[in-house]
């Protein structure tokens, strides 16, 4: 299942991320090609275990200080990343959000979804729940809710590097 959510500044479009046929519904809805990877969001750290294992405590305790909170950290991909989510990258996007609808969907999945923002590719992504709907109609589980206060979507930065992606 596909699901549109308010996140801190856009409505987002996510579904879980072992479900190939779902991630590639997404972009098939969006428009976009497959080589872009997607972010995952929780609400809860512990659903990112699996794709921090391999890092150090120092690289854990980084992470930990823009978390929870809206910033992205793109971190080196280990086996749990599938390649549908990573895309060309041997990195994934990861990011603890605060948004009440993301930690409800998260804590009723009890997982990570996939997080893009809910439009056309190169189109502005949607502010409310009913562009959704005129987006992508009935292909989406719509979860009400109102956008956080942010402006724009998520700073994203690299933990290894420390260079910024998107600002």
Same mark, same amino acid.
């Given at each position: 299942?596909?699901?549109?959510?308010?996140?801190?500044? %856009?409505? $987002?479009?996510? =579904?879980?991320? /072992?479900?190939?046929?779902?991630?590639?519904? !997404?972009?098939?809805? +969006?428009?976009?090609?497959?080589?872009?990877?997607?972010?995952? %969001?929780? $609400?809860?750290? =512990?659903?990112? /275990?699996?794709?921090?294992?391999?890092?150090? !405590?120092?690289?854990? +305790?980084?992470?930990?200080?823009?978390?929870?909170?809206?910033?992205?950290?793109?971190?080196?991909?280990?086996?749990?990343?599938?390649?549908?989510?990573?895309?060309?990258?041997?990195?994934?996007?990861?990011?603890?959000?605060?948004?009440?609808?993301?930690?409800?969907?998260?804590?009723?999945?009890?997982?990570?979804?996939?997080?893009?923002?809910?439009?056309?590719?190169?189109?502005?992504?949607?502010?409310?729940?009913?562009?959704?709907?005129?987006?992508?109609?009935?292909?989406?589980?719509?979860?009400?809710?109102?956008?956080?206060?942010?402006?724009?979507?998520?700073?994203?930065?690299?933990?290894?590097?420390?260079?910024?992606?998107?600002?």
């Amino acid at each position: 299942m596909i699901y549109a959510y308010p996140t801190e500044g %856009v409505w $987002g479009l996510g =579904c879980l991320p /072992d479900s190939e046929k779902d991630v590639k519904k !997404i972009f098939f809805l +969006k428009q976009r090609t497959l080589d872009k990877g997607l972010i995952l %969001v929780s $609400g809860h750290f =512990c659903h990112f /275990d699996p794709y921090l294992s391999h890092l150090s !405590i120092d690289l854990i +305790k980084k992470i930990k200080s823009k978390w929870p909170g809206a910033h992205t950290w793109l971190v080196p991909a280990n086996y749990n990343v599938p390649s549908w989510i990573k895309g060309d990258s041997d990195f994934v996007a990861l990011r603890q959000s605060i948004h009440p609808s993301i930690i409800e969907l998260s804590e009723k999945l009890n997982s990570v979804i996939t997080s893009t923002s809910a439009n056309i590719s190169s189109e502005p992504p949607a502010k409310n729940a009913d562009e959704v709907r005129n987006l992508f109609g009935d292909e989406v589980s719509i979860l009400e809710g109102e956008l956080g206060g942010a402006d724009k979507p998520t700073p994203i930065q690299n933990l290894i590097t420390d260079e910024w992606i998107r600002k």
